[in-house]
């Protein structure tokens, strides 16, 4: 139980265009997930967290403008870079966290390249 | 505010050796403390958990304790495998808000 996908797992788009990430719990339902950059050989940086029904958190530094993040229902969050430019390149990671526990469970990262 | 230390990679061990990855922590409360594992291209995986002062999480033949007078939560495993090759993090949360995440450590098992 509790598995969590991401789509798509790798993208390639062109600077300047926006691209949607999709996250989903499959087997539980998630009132909270979260959005991670992860740079090459770095730890994982907290993006924002997502409540379902309500905006997202985003962390200090993080432009909600540009990192729009919705969650719809209880089984999905997006992310959409808007106005992607190469340096928005890195791998996104999400994670859900059960209702009432406190483990998250992540997802198996989506590689964006922005050319 | 809350942190995570983790003992600087890559570690390289031969195969059956013993493993030790330490990591130590700071927080204003009393976190939970968990250790991910992650995979060449992949996300992270749970690898274990404790929540309160002397838990042991296990699983896979890894195990950690909660060393509250430390502040530590060490992953050990006793004769480690070519597959068992990858990156380890360290995490806290507290009261189930954000994760705060070590460094990371590269694990390198040889055969």
């Known amino acids: 139980g509790a598995v969590v996908s991401q789509h798509p797992s790798r993208v390639i788009c062109k600077s300047g265009t926006s691209v949607k990430i999709e996250c989903r719990s499959l087997?539980?339902?998630?009132?909270?997930m979260f959005w991670y950059r992860q740079f090459p050989k770095q730890s994982l940086m907290l993006m924002a967290t997502?409540?379902?029904?309500?905006?997202?958190?985003?962390e200090q530094g993080v432009e909600k403008d540009k990192f729009l993040i919705n969650h719809a229902s209880l089984t999905l969050s997006t992310l959409t870079v808007t106005s992607a430019h190469p340096e928005d390149s890195s791998f996104y990671i999400c994670?859900?966290?059960?209702?009432?526990?406190?483990?998250?469970?992540f997802g198996p990262g989506t590689r964006l390249t922005v050319t | 505010g809350d942190s995570v230390t983790q003992m600087e990679g890559p570690v390289t061990l031969s195969e059956e050796a013993f493993l030790t990855i330490n990591c130590t922590y700071t927080?204003?409360?009393?976190?939970?403390l968990f250790w991910y594992v992650q995979y060449p291209g992949e996300g992270l995986q749970l690898l274990l958990k404790a929540t309160k002062a002397d838990d042991k999480g296990s699983n896979k033949g890894f195990e950690a304790t909660y060393r509250k007078e430390t502040t530590s939560f060490h992953l050990e495993k006793g004769s480690v495998q070519v597959s068992d090759s990858a990156v380890y993090f360290c995490?806290?949360?507290?009261?189930?808000?954000?994760?705060?995440f070590g460094a990371g450590t590269i694990l390198r098992v040889k055969s």
């Open positions: 994670s859900a966290r059960l209702p009432s526990r406190y483990e998250q469970y």
């Open positions: 995490a806290l949360s507290e009261k189930g808000n954000k994760l705060v």
């Open positions: 997502s409540n379902e029904g309500s905006k997202a958190t985003y």
């Open positions: 927080a204003t409360g009393y976190p939970s």
């Open positions: 087997d539980f339902q998630a009132t909270t």
